[in-house]
Antibody
Framework: QLQLQESGPGLVKPSETLSLTCTVS????????WGWIRQPPGKGLECIGS???????YYNPSLKSRVTISVDTSKNQFSLKLSSVTAADTAVYYC????????????WGQGTLVTVSS | EIVLTQSPGTLSLSPGERATLSCRAS???????LAWYQQKPGQAPRLLIY???SRATGIPDRFSGSGSGTDFTLTVSRLEPEDFAVYYC?????????FGPGTKVDIK
């Protein structure tokens, strides 16, 4: 059974860079797309971006200037960096799989809350 | 950007009843690239439907999706106690790939 697990700091200071890693187990990262989605407390869902194992990326245009998604196939991991964070970036961050090259998500991590505060 | 509107905002029903949830897009969703998710408190979303009408692996057949163009529907034929949750639609045909604001199905 495919499993995804997010890891990273739960607290980030304003103007700094948020960094999260998603570890994939029970299957290879060397297929499908792998994405990041976030959900501010009590609010809806927002696609941040996705990456294919070959390195091809998609970023939400509203976040593109601040987002970098990378993949490490040797560790079966992919990562998110979001720079210049503000309180508006406080959210639960989920990693997920986008099957067959599509941008819907069939396997999700449990999510990790990242709070932006000084 | 395609804006998705979901209605109603809240649906109050009893177990055993039929739930009909609507997702309307501001522009046509190409190739019916529309998905539905269920989310319970403190949990990640769970994929129910993709391609507007294809059930994801392991999803009971009481869940069905329909629609095309700008109007899509998720139907739960008979609500089970575990179906009370928030439901989101997502379009993945045009960038940015957007979610609707959700419909909460609660117990009447």
């Amino acid at each position: 059974q495919l499993q995804l697990q997010e890891s990273g700091p739960g607290l980030v200071k304003p103007s700094e860079t948020l960094s999260l890693t998603c570890t994939v187990s029970g299957g290879s990262i060397s297929s499908h797309y792998w994405g990041w989605i976030r959900q501010p407390p009590g609010k809806g869902l927002e696609c941040i971006g996705s990456i294919y194992y070959s390195g091809n990326t998609y970023y939400n245009p509203s976040l593109k200037s601040r987002v970098t998604i990378s993949v490490d196939t040797s560790k079966n991991q992919f990562s998110l960096k979001l720079s210049s964070v503000t309180a508006a970036d406080t959210a639960v961050y989920y990693c997920a799989r986008g099957p067959w090259g599509f941008y819907f998500f069939d396997y999700w991590g449990q999510g990790t809350l990242v709070t932006v505060s000084s | 950007e395609i804006v998705l509107t979901q209605s109603p905002g809240t649906l109050s029903l009893s177990p055993g009843e039929r739930a009909t949830l609507s997702c309307r897009a501001s522009q046509s969703v190409s190739s019916s690239y529309l998905a539905w998710y269920q989310q319970k408190p403190g949990q990640a979303p769970r994929l129910l439907i993709y391609g507007a009408s294809s059930r994801a692996t392991g999803i009971p057949d009481r869940f069905s999706g329909s629609g095309s163009g700008t109007d899509f529907t998720l139907t739960v034929s008979r609500l089970e106690p575990e179906d009370f949750a928030v439901y989101y639609c997502q379009q993945y045909g045009s960038s940015p790939f957007t979610f609707g604001p959700g419909t909460k199905v609660d117990i009447k």
